[in-house]
């Protein structure tokens, strides 16, 4: 089954219990002092499940756009080295406001993957919150009772408050919640680690696709856990882990959502990626494939939000999408041996493959091209001379703690994100001190007490006038026909 096919068939089905399918919102969130990204699908209906304002519909679903490489949700150092996180992904999700509750949305989320996409039921494990009574939060027995009814309970596992008790950021709803995990190892694997049940914590291969989140609470600022007023459900299946798990491959780069992107990379570079099924592989070739994920993972976050109006730039959530296109120019100049700029050939790429249903993406792919490429060229500039003062600056240190004034060098005068500097540094086997990079952050900040008033100069309104437009679906700001 394609991708777009899976997508579809999720929204179908849950338009067919009677949800309203709406547009996903914009990546980069500019009204929101909690959260500077979506990180996930119930983001644009906080306000919701706070009792303030009513949904179009009490039952709502959606792909939405995430990104997730800040705050309590960054997975950033996890991209490129498993094949599972991603910086932007699409969540798919359905929402309950007041409406159905823990019974309805298990039963959904079971009919879904099990009769709708036939998955192999002997391959689900499900996990429930196993209680916290430090903060009163009781043990979910009526997820466990429901989940009694699939399937066998030595494939029910209870999570503590790290895996099991969703919450979106350091404020804002949380609830338990309850996972469906896919265990993607071969039947020889699995013959050889027999009579235990396994969830991802235990083998990379067995993986969280969908989480099932049960709104009961509201964190608040000081930290303490209040009622909501209404009880709600919001679920997130990862869209490129589902598609993993239909294209009958273990590794999302290995489905149609990345190939596209990755046999442009294979075109413009003349490397090969080798896909997650080939195990033996030299150390060499594992750099190229890690480096290859890097960037086709990069360049979505980048381009779909640019396409949202951040363009990248010096501070905030500019800052952070020049720190992701930087991280992937870097990995390219170094394992893929691109010495020009070459990352805005793979937005056409992105344009026709996610275009139709992220019309955003098409119309604005002119501009999103030459952001990109004007970044890199002037990245390019100077990455050359900034990687070669750090390799004698390494060469020049004591120990394996390299002086944070060096670090900020590299930051000031060759535009080195300190992130990306700690990770070819962590290659090396080093360290920085970060203290003293901070410091001398403070003093060049005092020096031009203009910069930090720079911050909105990056935010330009893009989408408006142009999400009707798609071919396949008829979408108006509100709400998404599947025709
Ligand atoms: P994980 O434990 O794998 O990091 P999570 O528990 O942090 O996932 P949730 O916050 O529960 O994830 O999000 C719901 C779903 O979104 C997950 O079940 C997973 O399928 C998907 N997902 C989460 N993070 C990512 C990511 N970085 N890249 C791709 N998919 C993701
Ligand atoms: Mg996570
Ligand atoms: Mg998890
Ligand atoms: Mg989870």
């Known amino acids: 089954m394609k991708s777009q096919d899976i997508r579809k068939a999720y929204l179908q089905f849950f338009e067919s219990k009677n949800h309203l399918i709406v547009p ?12 500077m990204f979506n990180n996930s699908g119930m983001a644009q209906f906080k306000e919701f499940f706070l009792g303030n304002g009513t949904p179009k ?10 990104l997730r490489v800040s705050g309590k949700h960054n997975d950033l150092e996890d991209v490129g080295f498993d094949t599972y996180h991603h910086t932007m992904f699409e969540m798919l999700g359905n929402w309950s406001f007041g409406d159905y509750f823990k019974k309805e949305a298990l039963a959904w989320a079971w009919e879904f993957l099990t009769e709708v996409l036939k998955l192999d039921k002997d391959r689900l494990y499900v996990s429930v919150f196993e209680g ?3 903060e009163n939060v009781p043990f979910d027995q009526e997820a466990f009772d429901i989940w009694k009814q699939y ?12 895996d099991n008790f969703w919450e979106m950021g350091d404020q804002g709803p949380c609830g338990p919640c309850s996972e469906i995990h896919i265990d993607l190892r071969t039947d020889a694997e699995r013959a050889a680690v027999s009579g235990r049940s396994l969830v991802n914590a235990d083998h990379p291969q067995v993986v969280e696709i969908w989480n099932n989140v049960f709104m009961e609470f509201n964190r608040k600022a000081d930290g303490s856990l209040e009622k909501l007023p209404a009880q709600h459900v919001d679920t997130g299946m990862g869209f490129e882990r589902l598609c993993m798990a239909m294209q009958g491959v273990t590794s999302n780069y290995d489905t149609d959502v990345f190939t596209p992107l990755i046999h442009k990379v294979e075109s413009i570079t003349g490397l090969k990626y080798t896909s997650n099924e080939i195990k033996s592989i030299s150390e060499e070739q594992n750099k190229i ?27 905030g959530a500019g800052y952070v999408i020049r720190r992701i296109l930087r991280r992937a120019i870097r990995y390219g100049f170094t394992f893929l041996n691109q010495k020009e700029a070459f990352i805005h050939q793979l937005v056409a790429v992105l344009a026709d493959q996610m275009g139709e249903f992220f019309p955003e993406i098409r119309a604005q792919h002119n501009l999103v091209t030459n952001v990109i490429k004007e970044e890199e060229a002037s990245f390019l500039r100077t990455l050359e001379q900034g990687l070669q003062l750090l390799d004698k600056v390494v060469a020049e240190t004591q120990g394996t703690e390299v002086k944070g004034e ?10 080195f994100p300190k992130d990306l500097t700690a990770l070819i540094l962590k290659e090396k086997g080093f360290t920085y001190q970060e203290a003293e990079f901070e410091a001398e ?9 203009a910069a930090s008033e720079v911050t909105t100069e990056d935010w330009k309104v893009l989408i408006e006038g142009n999400v009707e437009t798609f071919v396949g679906y008829d979408q108006t700001e509100n709400e998404v026909k599947i025709t």
């Open 406 to 415: 060096k670090v900020f060098e590299l930051y000031d005068t060759f535009g």
């Open 57 to 66: 519909s009490p039952r709502i679903a959606d792909t939405q756009k995430c």
């Open 441 to 449: 952050l403070a003093k060049q900040k005092a020096r031009s007490r």
């Open 151 to 162: 399937v066998s309970e030595d494939r029910i596992i209870l999570g503590n408050k790290k």
């Open 132 to 134: 916290n009574p430090a």
């Open 24 to 35: 996903s919102a914009p990546i980069v969130l500019k009204d929101d002092p909690t959260l």
């Open 289 to 315: 494939n890690i480096a290859i994920r890097v960037i086709v993972d990069h360049v979505r976050a980048v381009a779909f939000a640019i396409a949202d109006g951040q363009l990248p730039s010096n501070t």
